[in-house]
T-cell receptor, first 113, second 112 residues
């Protein structure tokens, strides 16, 4: 079955540590995206990539970094520079230009203590 | 600057009645509008979409209406069922770069 997988589902880290969230898709989608969900804030775009080895900042990229070395993978690193990293992180992918939007993963809940 | 606005954080309706979820937008470059449904601790799933050249799209119990002059769209669910209880996100796609911009969501509760 094709899909998009985020791992782990729950992640705990100490303040000041970098952490990398995994996102893998086998849908052969060109584009991949990272969103963050906070209560009352909806989904906010962190980074997106429309092609391998290329990515763009979204609306709230500060404190985050990404790479897109393979079409299937788009890992997100939450660095110690991110002031409020505790959130629910969602990865999505799409065929570029597809009108039906994105396929989302099931999310990773990151808690920084 | 919020380009997609869902001004009602929550909505409660009785089973069997109509649910109407509203969404407003400001960006004239949006060419497609979509509704996603999300359960807690899961990713959103696509529900229904509408092109900016249409004013209505229907899929079973779900109908989306677009009023382009008012920059307003709405999702109608008839009849509402308890399983429809979820957060509903309105999203809009930019013609130039295919990015989706999401509203803050509306929590729908359908009471049996």
């Amino acid at each position: 079955d094709g899909g998009i997988t985020q791992s782990p589902k729950y992640l705990f880290r100490k303040e000041g540590q970098n952490v990398t969230l995994s996102c893998e898709q086998n849908l052969n989608h060109d584009a991949m995206y990272w969103y963050r969900q906070d209560p009352g804030q909806g989904l906010r775009l962190i980074y997106y990539s429309q092609i391998v080895n290329d990515f763009q900042k979204g609306d709230i990229a500060e404190g985050y970094s990404v790479s897109r070395e393979k079409k299937e993978s788009f890992p997100l690193t939450v660095t110690s520079a991110q002031k409020n990293p505790t959130a629910f992180y969602l990865c999505a992918s799409s065929i570029k230009g597809q009108i039906y939007g994105y396929t989302f993963g099931s999310g990773t809940r990151l808690t920084v203590v | 600057d919020q380009q997609v606005k869902q001004n009602s954080p929550s909505l409660s309706v009785q089973e069997g009645r109509i649910s109407i979820l509203n969404c407003d937008y400001t960006n004239s470059m949006f060419d497609y509008f979509l509704w996603y449904k999300k359960y807690p601790a899961e990713g959103p799933t696509f529900l229904i979409s509408i092109s900016s050249i249409k004013d209505k799209n229907e899929d079973g119990r779900f109908t989306v209406f677009l009023n382009k002059s008012a920059k307003h769209l709405s999702l109608h669910i008839v009849p509402s069922q308890p399983g429809d209880s979820a957060v509903y996100f309105c999203a809009a796609r930019e013609r130039s770069n295919y990015k989706l911009t999401f509203g803050k969501g509306t929590l729908l509760t359908v009471n049996p």
